[in-house]
Structures are given as C-alpha cells and as structure tokens.
C-alpha cells in the first residue's frame, strides 16, 4: 500500500484530532499534536511497510505522541504518589473485597440510550478526570480509554506496577466521588 500524503488532512485529520481531543482535553495541544504527527509520519514514510492502514499508522504516531506528553507532565511527579485525601482513611472494602453497602457504588442512571444524557455524563466525567494529578489522568487514561496493558504503561510512564495499581485506584475512588456529586 502506498502512502498519499497529499490527502492526509483531508483524510484523517478529523479523526486524528477526535483521538487526541479525548485523551488530552486541550484545543491547541490536540491541534498542535496532529500537525506533529503529520511532519513525523512525513520523515518516517520510508518506514512504513504497508502491513496497516494509513490511518492506524498515522494513530500510532500520534498515540506515541500523546504519551510523551503524558510522561512530559508527570516528569517530577517522583515519590509518593500523592497527598492522601481525606476519603481515603475510610475504608471502602470487606475483608472479601466487596464493597461496604454505605460506600459502594451508586446507580448513575446512564443504563439508558439516550445519547442526550450519555453527551451529558461525557461532559461531566471530562471534567472529573480534569480534575485529577497529571500522572493519574495519563495512568486512567491509558488504561480505560486507550485499553494499554499494564506494562506498556509503567514502561511508558516510568512507573513500578504497585504504584501503577496505587494511582488506578485512587484514580477510580476520585472519578466515582466526582461523577457521584455532579451527576444527576
């Protein structure tokens, strides 16, 4: 398959910037992450080998790129995870496991199609996940959005797997308090 950069705008830039508008919430830095992906796919089109489409190869590119923004804004971020917050000295589990029936989870009331109301809660959950420390974003992110295995992600993020299981999990217990105080 050859490549036709000629029509790359046309032909994937939309969807370029939806991928990256999702996974990094910011107009310009998206815009500016696809034009990156564009001049980078342009040096590398002699390694492209055909064995994908144009548009998953230029996905990849541009999913590299994201993560280095990622890794970029957690850089520092060495050290204890984060400050304990103060919902975090309660303890939301039996011993089993499960969760205690005061500190569960609640019925969000998203279990119907419409997409009025699924837009909403789209809306409502960008703005928890703002919310949250760089590093947990990116982890959250790459884990629930982009679907990375676990490795590739403390590999990418620079991060040891019990404190990649630590951040996943006050990312989770932040996000659900968030959307359980702003949603309905």
Not at 56 to 70: C, E, G, R, S
Not at 84 to 103: I, L, P, T
Request: with cysteine.
């Amino acid at each position: 398959m050859l490549l036709n950069p000629h029509q790359w705008v046309s032909s994937h830039a939309d969807y370029l910037y939806a991928y990256a508008i999702t996974r990094i919430n910011d107009d310009e830095l998206a815009k500016d992450l696809v034009q990156e992906t564009f001049l980078a796919a342009l040096q590398k089109t002699g390694s492209f080998e055909g064995k994908s489409s144009e548009r998953t190869w230029l996905t990849a590119i541009l999913k590299n790129k994201i993560i280095d923004v990622y890794r970029k804004k957690s850089s520092g971020l060495k050290g204890p995870v984060a400050k304990e917050s103060e919902e975090e000295s309660v303890d939301f589990f039996h011993d089993d496991g499960h969760w205690k029936s005061e500190h569960g989870p609640k019925e969000f009331g998203i279990e119907d199609k419409d997409h009025l109301v699924s837009r909403e809660f789209e809306e409502i959950l960008k703005k928890c996940m703002q919310k949250l420390p760089v590093l947990w974003k990116a982890v959250f992110t790459m884990k629930h959005i982009d679907e990375e295995p676990t490795d590739t992600i403390c590999t990418e993020l620079k991060v040891t797997a019990s404190n990649f299981w630590v951040i996943i999990h006050r990312a989770k217990l932040n996000l659900r308090a968030c959307l359980q105080k702003n949603w309905i």
